[in-house]
């Protein structure tokens, strides 16, 4: 395994631009997790894929945001119009569906100013 | 929904200490997972405990399902156990995890 691969590492932005951020699972890794995680709190969820189905969302995912998993393999997170508090981490995970183990990658720091 | 505390939220440690960190959460859960967020960002999965005891290394964690608490010991710390730990559980496996807000550590030489 190579564990699960997110870019960039870091993402500077202006206020109102669009912003987009990929991940890439573990090989065979059928459920993908996005999270966001601002300063001094634990992650909190954004959404999940099974395959390529988006199968939850959280009331965090306001309409500015957009996730996908086309070909079930690697998923893009899309921010439209960043506002200043988008600002944060925003974290990848992928499981094998069955698996108790969820793993993380090293997650993308957005900072919009 | 399901809620996760952790306490201390902060703790400082001389190297070669041992410390306990304590996850309570609020509902019954299939999973619990602890994780270990390096300065860098990253979460390294600890343990996967959802009840029971495990060990590996310096490192044990005990889950005590009935009384919605886990507990993690590190022993004998050193400088690079430094970190935010997390507790993170889940009602049903494959659901997103909750996490907790996590105990900051900081192992000083």
């Known amino acids: 395994d190579t564990g699960v691969s997110q870019d960039p590492r870091h993402k500077i932005t202006k206020r109102g631009q669009n912003v987009t951020f990929r991940c890439d699972p573990i090989?065979?890794?059928?459920?993908l997790y996005w999270y966001r995680q601002t300063l001094g709190q634990g992650p909190e969820f954004l959404t999940y894929?099974?395959?390529?189905?988006?199968?939850?969302k959280s009331r965090l995912l306001s309409d500015r945001f957009s996730a996908e998993r086309p070909k079930g393999s690697f998923s893009t997170l899309e921010i439209q119009r960043t506002e200043q508090g988008d600002s944060a981490m925003y974290l990848c995970?992928?499981?094998?569906?069955?698996?108790?183990?969820?793993?993380f990658g090293q997650g993308t720091r957005l900072t919009v100013v | 929904g399901i809620q996760v505390e952790q306490s201390p939220p902060d703790l400082i440690l001389q190297e070669g200490a041992n410390s306990t960190l304590r996850c309570n959460f609020s509902?019954?859960?299939?999973?619990l997972q602890w994780f270990h967020q390096n300065p860098w960002g990253q979460l390294i999965n600890l343990f996967y405990?959802?009840?029971g005891t495990k060990q590996n290394g310096r490192l044990s964690a005990t889950t005590v399902a009935t009384e919605r608490y886990s507990l993690l010991y590190i022993s004998s710390s050193q400088t690079t156990d430094s970190g935010v730990y997390f507790c993170?559980?889940?009602?049903?496996?494959?659901?997103?995890?909750?996490f907790g807000p996590g105990t900051r550590l900081s192992v000083l030489p």
């Open positions: 995970a992928s499981r094998r569906q069955g698996s108790t183990e969820a793993f």
């Open positions: 090989s065979e890794h059928n459920r």
């Open positions: 894929f099974q395959n390529e189905a988006q199968l939850e």
């Open positions: 509902d019954s859960v299939n999973n």
């Open positions: 405990i959802p009840s």
């Open positions: 993170a559980v889940e009602r049903n496996y494959g659901q997103n995890f909750v």
